[in-house]
């Protein structure tokens, strides 16, 4: 399993370009007794591993374990990705041995999601279905705290355009209008927005384009906004805020303005107290103490998968004062310390996967308790 975590952190692979990453890791599950399904979902990266054990039919669990292995742009794993891949694939090894020797019949899978990173791979897996037969679904992030029920947010990602006229910035700089300052004041803006904001708000973005020459008034600048926030009503009444931002930035400086969407919404994770119950108890019998009350987290698409299947979506200390998306998250990620996570993560994910699939209470309960969500998020393109 090392090998697995040590080989994906070295390769670095993008969203949706996870080729040998996912290579590695089906190849694994292979010679494991699992078959493996790719790509899935018109992904080439997408695959989903089967293992059925004892006479499965129904009635009989199944059982995912949700793997992800793509890196960040110049970061690599700064994420933590190619821990959470083997955490998942080692986890469900494990337990479908477990479940064999003890005579346990269960549908055990990986569902390998690519481009968590910005690109909402189980967004696309659900919508082809992948996760209609699924019972539960499980993995583990690390980060640098134990938490079995962290806060992640819902989250919109947006392009905003501005478009002005180009002239000559020295010879008829009168004759030009420009987009850069329309982009420069819709940037400060937002910034001005800060005071409104809740505690789990967020709005942070980058100026992707800012002109071409600077001896040309640019005739076209771009930015790309983040909106988060604790579920989709509040990211909506967000990006109406944005959206007049970018309003007033247009036409205080001539321009006109367009917004589109980059990425598909991200739900915030829904927790079952029931699966957030036993995984505070496992991580207890694995030495580890979660903690509660800490600071919300990112965005994933795990979040979408949580509110169709009762799903965990845990995090494992990796290191106290860590920080993701830093160049020391992406070094611990391949540690002495990160293989310990990774040992554990895997032991933590199976037990839990096995107090599941042989326990019929636990299964009622944790359906009981999980109730779809109404989704309020309104297609505005």
């Known amino acids: 399993m090392w090998t697995i975590a040590h080989t994906i952190h070295e390769l670095h692979e993008l969203r949706f370009a996870e080729v040998k990453s996912v290579a590695v890791l089906t190849q694994w599950l292979t010679e494991q007794g699992f078959s493996v399904e790719r790509p899935v979902a018109d992904m080439v990266t997408a695959f989903v591993a089967h293992r ?34 083997t955490m998942s694939v080692g986890g469900a090894v494990a337990l479908a041995t477990w479940l064999e020797d003890h005579e346990y019949s269960a549908h055990i ?15 696309f897996l659900l919508e082809k279905g992948v996760f209609e037969n699924v019972d539960l679904a499980l993995m583990l992030h690390p980060a640098a705290n134990d938490e079995v029920a962290p806060q992640y947010l819902a989250r919109e990602g947006i392009d905003v355009e ?98 589109s969407r980059f990425v598909p919404f991200y739900e915030n994770v829904v927790h079952n107290s029931k699966l957030t119950g036993l995984a505070e108890h496992v991580f207890r019998e694995f030495g580890r103490v979660p903690v509660t009350g800490t600071q919300s987290h990112g965005s994933t698409d795990m979040g979408n998968v949580s509110h169709l299947v009762p799903s965990l979506h845990a995090n494992i200390g990796l290191g106290q004062g860590l920080v993701a998306h830093t160049h020391d998250f992406c070094t611990a990620a391949d540690s002495v310390q990160a293989r310990q996570t990774m040992i554990d993560g895997a032991g933590i994910l199976a037990t839990m996967g096995a107090r599941y699939v ?5 299964q009622n309960s944790v359906h009981s308790q999980f109730l779809r969500p109404q989704g309020v998020f309104v297609d505005r393109d």
């Open 52 to 85: 059925i054990i004892g006479k499965c039919g129904n009635g009989h669990p199944a059982v995912a374990f949700v793997a992800e292995y793509d890196a960040l742009p110049n970061m690599g794993h700064a994420c933590g990705h190619n821990l959470i891949a």
């Open 109 to 123: 899978q990986v569902i390998g999601s690519p481009g968590e990173e910005g690109g909402g791979g189980k967004i």
């Open 162 to 259: 501005f478009f002005g006229v180009a002239a000559h910035a020295a010879a008829a700089p009168e004759q030009g209008i420009n987009a850069l300052d329309a982009v420069v004041a819709f940037y400060q803006l937002l910034h001005a927005l800060r005071p409104r904001l809740r505690p789990t708000d967020r709005i942070h973005g980058i100026i992707t384009h800012g002109g071409d020459s600077p001896n040309v008034i640019p005739e076209y600048t771009s930015a790309r906004i983040l909106v988060r926030s604790i579920d989709a009503e509040r990211v909506h009444e967000l990006l109406t805020w944005v959206e007049m931002a970018a309003d007033s930035a247009a036409k205080g400086t001539g321009c006109q303005f367009r917004w």
């Open 358 to 362: 042989t326990d019929m209470g636990l």
